[in-house]
């Protein structure tokens, strides 16, 4: 009877402040992973671009060295070759296993 009269705007404040403290945490959390997601997608991109730079050139001579005619038994056009199969596939396994560790 005193909620219908008016008599009771103390607790619905105390609710109101508390749903407010309550939705303004939330949002603080939701921002916090958000920020997250961010931080792990620049780091992701800033990894293939180190990756790419880092084999960019050993792709270069090893297609130089493929399409100029060397021979592929030669022991540096086999190492170039072998290091621009390994060297993705191998950026691509700790890829995969970062991605299995977080997602466990």
């Known amino acids: ?46 990894a293939i671009l180190v990756t790419l730079l880092a084999i960019g050139p050993l792709v270069w001579y090893a297609v130089d060295n493929f399409f100029a005619g060397e021979h592929l038994g030669d022991v540096a056009c086999q190492f170039g070759l072998w290091a621009c199969i390994f060297c993705p596939a191998l950026v691509a396994a700790a890829l995969v296993a970062g991605w299995l560790k977080n997602r466990s």
Do not use: F, I, K
């Not at 009269?5 to 402040?17: I, L």
């Not at 603080?28 to 991109?45: C, K, N, P, S, T």
């Open 1 to 46: 009877m005193a909620a219908l009269a008016g008599m009771d705007a103390g607790h619905d404040r105390d609710v109101a402040n508390r749903t407010r403290r309550v939705v303004r945490t939330s949002l603080g959390v939701m921002r916090d992973q958000e920020a997250g997601r961010h931080r792990v997608r620049a780091m992701a991109l800033a």
